[in-house]
């Protein structure tokens, strides 16, 4: 599975109607630690095709987004599973780290 960029319009809707869990990755273009992520989420959408979901928001190009999630450091990573934020890391995060805390929620 690839990433998948979210939206205002579509954000809802891919967090509230995944069947699995959704690991949000708020970045900005400008952001060093998030260009360093970029790798190690496409290996987890791989990982976790068909399990779970990586979406992508560009704080810069969706402010709403960032505002309504109280993002203040970049990345912040969030996994939400039934539409419900359940954790939340910020800054560079192994992908141990991030597996198991995808695992977590399946």
């Known amino acids: 599975m690839t990433i998948l960029n979210a939206t205002t319009n579509d954000f809802d ?3 509230q109607e995944s069947s699995g869990p959704v690991l949000v990755d708020f970045w900005a273009s400008w952001c ?3 260009m360093s992520m970029a790798p190690t989420l496409a290996d987890l959408a791989a990982d976790f095709s068909g399990q779970a979901l ?3 928001v560009n704080v810069e190009e969706e402010p709403e987004l960032s505002k309504k999630y109280g993002v203040s450091g970049l990345p912040t ?5 039934n539409g ?3 954790k939340r890391v910020i800054g560079t995060q192994s992908r141990m780290r991030l597996a198991m805390l995808i695992e977590e929620q399946l």
């Open 13 to 15: 809707t891919l967090i």
């Open 32 to 34: 060093g630690p998030c």
């Open 54 to 56: 990586v979406v992508k």
């Open 77 to 81: 990573l969030c996994i939400f599973k």
């Open 84 to 86: 419900v934020e359940v």
